[in-house]
């Protein structure tokens, strides 16, 4: 009986000093995938060029699979001054970091326009890759009021993954694209895309339009 009550009143205590531990332990949060150097929009900077916002059509967390339909897309808004738009991939880690000495496996340039989404169909790869899209802007497009010359707008940086990756949870914005491919050359609302990609007024105001037109290069 003795030894009973001793084992118990052991156990007891070798229980309450794990349950002591577990809840005093700080809870570990996986890294959010975004935490790469990089934001879906890019622009911002003063001058009417490197001011103009362009926005990558990925989630929220910033990083997304193409899947078998291989296609990205971005979007353009209103400017008094429209500038042709650079459009990069390269191979990179998983942390979105690229090599810069080697060369892009996709390079761009689009012509200049307004109030569009821009779909792309991409190479194949089978690793990360970096994805950039920028504004050249032209010798005055991002001077600011001390002088200050900016070649080009600050890029939209996202991190365009394998297929099969297990972050790759964006089924929606998959059929979302397809949807816009099978539309190239008309009209789409923007409202629409505003929400599927969840856009806060800081990216789509009310400058925009309320519809923009679809073109696939």
């Known amino acids: 009986m003795v030894r009973f009550q001793f084992f118990s009143a052991v156990c007891s205590s070798l229980l309450s000093a794990l349950l002591l531990s577990v809840l005093s ?23 009417e060029c490197a001011a103009r916002p362009v926005v990558h059509l990925v989630p929220a967390t910033n990083a997304f699979s193409p899947g078998a339909g291989k296609l990205i897309a971005l979007l353009e808004g209103p400017s008094a001054d429209p500038q042709p738009l650079e459009v990069t991939l390269q191979s990179a880690s998983a942390e979105g970091i690229a090599d810069p000495g080697a060369s892009p496996l996709m390079q761009k340039q689009i012509p200049a326009a307004v109030n569009r989404v821009v779909l792309f169909s991409i190479p194949a790869a089978s690793g990360p890759m970096l994805w950039e899209s ?26 365009l993954l394998p297929d099969g990756s297990p972050e790759a949870q964006n089924q929606r914005v998959e059929m979302e694209l397809a949807s816009l491919k099978a539309a190239c050359g008309t009209l789409t609302p923007l409202a629409h895309l505003k929400a599927i990609f969840q856009f806060d007024d800081d990216v789509i105001n009310d400058s925009w339009p309320e519809q923009v037109t679809v073109q696939c290069f």
């Open 25 to 47: 332990s700080p809870v570990l949060e996986a890294a959010p995938r975004n935490s790469f150097p990089g934001r879906r929009v890019g622009g911002g900077t003063r001058g």
């Open 134 to 159: 920028s504004y050249r802007c032209g010798a005055d497009g991002g001077a600011d009021e001390f002088g200050f010359i900016t070649s080009s707008a600050p890029p939209a940086r996202s991190l």
